[in-house]
């Protein structure tokens, strides 16, 4: 796209006011971090010392869910698919609601009764202090996790391209340096401060835009009837050649609703909340943003259809939003529009990457490689910093080469992530008969599963592979589990004792 140089620099403004202020965050937080790093630097940079209220806990819950995949890559799949991919993305509303509502207060209870810093502290608590559970819990989530952020890396580089004009490999280069500054250097309080910001950011960004685009097609019914001339399947819940047939919306409402229990970067916020009210209070005001943003981004990115009649050569539907924000709004004013896709895919990279990073540091070096350096906080320190430093930087190199669509590399980072943990952590918290050879058989067989089917049978019985997946992984679970001993009585003791 050839952009003029005044064009550029009205949107570059707002845009370079809204990277600068994600970095201060991150210097903010790394005070924080400097302060309390001789008394507890893991529970303050992978946990932010668990004292986030209501709506913080909220905007970051829904804004590290909401991603390049629901501003880039959904809307773009809507702008093919029209109103049917609507109607699937909606499933996605209760996000907060189930997040919070089952795992929330299970999980704050038990995470502070066993000192627990992250999501592997809790599982290795359950089940026994079994190592092989620890790594390959460990191992599924650092493998999946990169692939989620490698998809994140590509989003953001693709909107930076389409935006300032700059080649996607600049595009990269940017906006993963400032991720990775601000990350590096704030951890967890940094992550979810700034998600704070970014999704508020999103909120107003979605409802401007779902307004001037309406205006823009002349109304909603002027709108529809010219999809319609276009291609009539717009306008049906089931796509473009019955794309999105029925048990695809079934099985996709597994996928992306109830299957996001098994999101670890979603249930480490279920440990992060100061009290019962911040969390009631979360439950509330992320359901209607989540019911805000799902159904603002796709619904335009269908009507984006009438206005934007062609996409430009070079460019793919993920291109959508950025095109039509330039193509509604001044420069100036698409710029502080174009924050709120952008803000979306660093709110949910953060909070990826800085999992990852105490996955590797708190989990497996700390538990398992070299203890002793749990003495040393200096150390420590510097330890943490740099390897989210180089898991950023690995990540880069990753995304150097785009696949075509983002929405396909999230959703199959999602179904790996939930194959590894959805049963672990829905039957370790809620069924006390659950040990530690369930959850391993449970682990290997959806991890395998997911992998294998992904690959030779898309769709098994018209549904998503996470289906089949999930009914394996429970299936092998409860088949090890009674084949086994019973998980010891301490354990029992420590996670239903009063």
Known sequence: MNLSSSYLIQLWIPLGLYLLIMLYIGFYSNRVVSTVSKRNFLGEYFLGNRNFGGYVLA????????????????????????????????????????????LGKRFAIVSRKVNAVTIIDVIRERYDNNPLVVWIASMGAIIFLIVAVVGQFVGGAKLFQTITGLPYIWGLILFGSIVLIYTTVGGFRAVVLTDAVQGTIMVFGTVVILI???????????????LKTINPDLLTPYGVDNFIAVPWISSYWVLVCIGILGLPQNAIRAMAYKDSKSMHRAIIIGTVVSGVLMLGLHLTGVMAR??????????????????????????????????????????????????????????????????????????????SMIITALLGLIAILASIKPPSLI??????????????????????????????????ASMITGIVSFIVISRVWPRPFGTHPIVLTLILGLIAFLIATYATKPPKEETIEKFWGV
């Open 59 to 102: 905007m970051t819950l829904v804004a590290t869910y909401v991603s390049a995949s629901s501003f880039l890559g959904g809307p773009g799949t809507a702008y093919s698919q029209g109103l049917g991919w609507v109607l699937l993305a909606m499933t996605q509303l209760p996000t907060a609601y189930i997040t919070l509502g089952i």
């Open 306 to 383: 009438a206005i934007v009649t062609e996409i430009p050569q070079g460019l793919t539907t993920d291109n959508v939003m950025p095109l039509l924000a330039m193509r509604l709004f001044p420069a100036w004013f698409a710029g502080i529009f174009l924050a709120a896709p952008l803000a979306a895919i660093m709110s949910t990279v953060d909070s990826q990457l800085i999992l990852i990073s105490s996955t590797i540091v708190k989990d497996l070096y700390l538990n398992y490689i070299n203890p002793k350096v749990n003495d040393d906080q200096r150390k420590l320190t510097s330890t």
């Open 407 to 440: 929405i396909w590399i999230n959703l199959y980072a999602f179904g790996g992530l939930e194959a590894t943990f959805f049963w672990m952590l829905i039957l370790g918290l809620y069924w006390k008969r659950a040990n530690a050879a369930g959850a391993i």
């Open 212 to 226: 001037a685009t309406i205006m823009a097609g002349g109304g909603i019914s002027n709108i529809m009837h010219t």
